[in-house]
């Protein structure tokens, strides 16, 4: 099976892939996963120190410290993407903000908690893909194909008491996920909602802090199948993985 260090399109060897939220959890085993196999990687994360640090730990990455939920932060993000990548092939926004911290029932929760859910987990990725969609439709003419994951929950079609404020915010972003599917894919530009399943991760124990993690999938195991998803939806040319003939 070919690496993606092996994969070359023109004269950009590799898939170009921007990850959001790229410092813990599901993001950072993406960065793992992808850079391991080869792809040109850059993530976006709010705080400089473990920007820096994922950056050092995987030599040819490129850390971004930017703030999803804010609007004065996404054109810059958008620029630095494109600057460090030469490019765009695939976008993960996998960034999520749970709202109020415990968990609390919708009328409970403070509007400042509900605004800042649908400002991470859908105006940030609904800005971040507009700023990059020039990039994705080119990626798509050249032949190397264009996606948009978003990364979604089964919070988005399960009504979970307390859950109210991600899960309504998740919602939104899977149906902006098929509008805009609809929308571009007479430009070869291809979206996707994906639901990871309840992972092991830092937003889940705080979530439900009193969970049974071995009960709990692995990012890694996660960013394994989104690799493969990938590899489904992307054109033979660019697909992460490609049989090796033994």
Known sequence: MQHLSQITTGSSPGLRIAITGGTSGLGLALVDALSA???QVAFVARHAERVAVVEREHPGSHGIVGDMARKTDIHRIALQLLGRLGGLDVLINNASDLGPVPLALLGDTECED???ALQVNVLGPFRL?????G???SAAREGRGALVLNVSSDAAVNAYPTWGAYGASKAALAH???IWNEELAVQGVRFLALDPGDMDTPMHAAASPDA???????????????????RDLLPPVNSIITRRVS
């Open 114 to 116: 509900f605004e800042r």
């Open 176 to 178: 902006m996920s098929r």
């Open 129 to 133: 893909t507009k700023a990059l969609l």
């Open 37 to 39: 196999d080869g792809a």
């Open 212 to 230: 049974d993690r071995s009960a709990l999938k692995q990012p890694r195991e996660v960013a394994q199948e989104i690799i493969a998803t990938i």
């Open 135 to 137: 990039a994705l439709a």
